[in-house]
């Protein structure tokens, strides 16, 4: 994927413009165009924008506001993100000598009638009219001369929570923008939950893990992928939320929860609680400061060993059986007063393991590791985000 920037400098009532008239075999020849150009390895697209308008133009930005991302898809070319600038603020002196073409400051009431690419205008028109929140998708068909415009998507107008909207409503879709889901682990389980909880429009969210990704994530978490190993968790998820949902608020926090650090978070702030993390001392440490603060919390208990992913189903902690971790947690919760802990548990007896030999530990517990599948941890992931957001729109 190519990655580019665009940006278009205003002044008074003008906008400052490249006409591409001095390069030999231009695709851009013979066209009015903004300024900007392709990020250079390792260069995020903020750099970017400044290097290039210093480099075309001798200015450098004061004042610049950045409105989305111009997906360009073709038959000839290689797909390319656009990050789309305007800059009301600069300084220095503009070229006269630019080697890839004429500069020039053109009044609004005549760039319409400049030739110019025709996927350019859309985005331009939104810009001009004010828009702040510009996100296309331009698909060209045809090669060659025949190369056209075929369909322009804007991905600010539709309601991508439309279908959404059917089964909640307005005004649970607006509980749910306006909630704060703090996440407990992002793998297997807690992984699934932010994401359906991403999908359903919760608008909040802290994510608590300190692991990275490993290549042994890759058989059942929905972050882990040979291009994400070696990233922290929280990360991986962060980018995948507002993926989803730009408009998100997501918090990380690279570390994990046990009883030492756990005045560093304020339970009150939260909305609701999942604890989707491994180890009994952590569990119930969140358990307890999510009853403390009155907060909604619910718990996954055991999904490694098993192979029904119908078999997950919530319930109240004192209901449960068969499930080992679901009768330690009914033991310690009883000793602490905890009267009522909502879950999401299996009665799947677990399955033996058929590998022969010494199987790696989980890391830091000195436990072997469980055997674990695509299709059960992300079942209980779903089933946790059903609950959270049924009770959410109570």
Request: net charge negative.
């Amino acid at each position: 994927m190519r990655i580019s920037t665009l940006c278009y400098i205003q002044k008074d009532n003008s906008v400052l413009f490249l006409y591409r008239n001095k390069k030999k075999n231009d695709p851009n020849a013979g066209k009015w165009i903004g300024i900007g150009g392709k990020c250079e390895p390792g260069e995020t697209p903020e750099l970017c924008v400044k290097r290039e308008v210093f480099e075309e133009t001798g200015l450098t930005l004061t004042d610049y506001h950045f409105h989305g991302v111009i997906r360009f898809v073709s038959e000839m070319w290689e797909d390319e993100d656009m990050y789309l600038y305007s800059a009301a603020g600069f300084e220095g002196e503009l070229k006269t000598d630019c080697d890839e073409g004429e500069l020039k400051w053109i009044d609004r009431a005549d760039i319409e009638g400049l030739p110019m690419w025709e996927g350019d205008s859309y985005f331009l028109k939104a810009l001009l009219e004010g828009r702040d929140r510009i996100n296309m998708v331009l698909t060209y068909e045809g090669k060659g001369d025949e190369e056209h415009l075929a369909e322009v998507t804007d991905l600010d107008e539709g309601d991508w929570l439309s279908r959404t909207k059917i089964l909640l409503g307005n005004e649970g879709c607006n509980d749910l923008s306006d909630a704060t889901v703090a996440i407990f682990g992002v793998g297997g389980v807690g992984g699934y939950v932010a994401e359906a909880l991403a999908r359903s429009g919760v608008g909040h969210f802290v994510l608590t893990d300190s692991d990275r990704i490993d290549i042994t994530n890759i058989n059942r978490q929905i972050i882990a992928l040979h291009s994400t190993v070696g990233r922290y968790k929280v990360d991986v998820m962060k980018e995948r939320i507002l993926d989803i949902n730009p408009d998100a608020d997501v918090e990380v926090r690279r570390c994990f929860f046990l009883p030492e650090n756990a005045d560093e978070f304020d339970f009150t702030k939260y909305s609701y609680v999942v604890d989707a993390v491994d180890t009994v001392t952590a569990k119930l440490s969140i358990i307890e400061k999510a009853v403390a603060a009155g907060v909604p919390v619910i718990s996954s208990m055991g999904a490694g060993n098993k192979l029904d992913p119908a078999g997950f189903r919530a319930a109240d902690i004192y209901d449960t059986n068969v499930c080992p971790l679901a009768k330690v947690m009914r033991h310690e919760c009883k000793k602490r007063g905890i009267k009522k802990l909502k879950v999401v548990y299996s009665e799947e007896k677990p399955v033996e393991s058929t590998v022969s030999g010494d199987v790696a530990p989980v890391k830091g517990s000195g436990r072997p590791a469980p055997g674990s599948i695509a299709f059960v941890p992300s079942a209980c992931g779903l089933v946790i985000a059903g609950e959270v957001v049924k009770d959410l729109i109570k």
